[in-house]
């Protein structure tokens, strides 16, 4: 495994996200492989096949006037022609646009992802895609003595 691989998961890993940002759904699929893949969104079931996975992307971007992901705590694990990628998605979504045609507040939620890549001819390619919510407990929580 050389450090290049672990560069080349990376550069497909942002172009992922940033293709979700400018809803780009021609991008996003096109980083997606061609065989059997798989995706869970936060709270939704196992999504199998290539077009039902993209079909809930298309609807994700029709439904989204405005999505942003801060990307933290990214590890890049390569194997063989296999490479896992976890990070947290820190998301900020603006919500359904106001009678003025502005966009609506924004929304911030934390989702812990895992992204599987496999090595194709053409370049690392989606295999799997899964998001869970952190349900974030506050500060507060942990100082408070126990009864």
Same mark, same amino acid.
């Given at each position: 495994? /050389? +450090?290049?691989?672990?560069?080349?998961?990376?550069?497909? =890993?942002?172009?992922? @996200?940033?293709?979700?940002? +400018?809803?780009?759904?021609? !991008? #996003?699929?096109?980083?997606?492989?061609?065989?059997?893949?798989?995706?869970?969104?936060?709270?939704?079931?196992?999504?199998?096949? &290539?077009?039902?996975?993209? +079909?809930? @992307?298309?609807?994700?971007? /029709? $439904?989204?006037? @405005?999505?942003?992901?801060?990307?933290?705590?990214?590890?890049?694990?390569?194997?063989?022609?296999? !490479?896992?990628?976890?990070?947290?998605? =820190?998301?900020?979504?603006?919500?359904? !646009?106001?009678?003025?045609?502005?966009?609506?507040? #924004?929304?911030?939620?934390?989702?812990?992802?895992? =992204?599987?890549? &496999? &090595?194709?001819?053409?370049?690392? +390619?989606?295999?799997?895609? $899964?998001?869970?919510?952190? #349900? !974030? %407990?506050?500060?507060?929580? %942990?100082?408070?003595?126990? /009864?």
């Amino acid at each position: 495994m /050389s +450090r290049t691989d672990i560069e080349s998961v990376e550069e497909v =890993n942002t172009a992922f @996200y940033e293709a979700m940002e +400018r809803g780009d759904f021609d !991008a #996003l699929s096109a980083l997606w492989l061609e065989d059997e893949i798989s995706c869970v969104h936060p709270g939704w079931p196992v999504l199998s096949g &290539r077009g039902e996975v993209l +079909r809930s @992307y298309a609807l994700i971007m /029709s $439904h989204t006037e @405005y999505i942003q992901f801060f990307l933290t705590d990214t590890k890049v694990t390569v194997i063989g022609d296999t !490479a896992l990628v976890t990070c947290t998605e =820190n998301i900020l979504s603006g919500g359904p !646009a106001q009678d003025s045609g502005e966009l609506g507040p #924004l929304v911030g939620q934390l989702v812990v992802a895992t =992204n599987v890549f &496999r &090595r194709t001819p053409e370049g690392w +390619r989606l295999w799997s895609h $899964h998001g869970s919510p952190v #349900l !974030a %407990d506050s500060d507060e929580d %942990d100082e408070e003595e126990p /009864s």
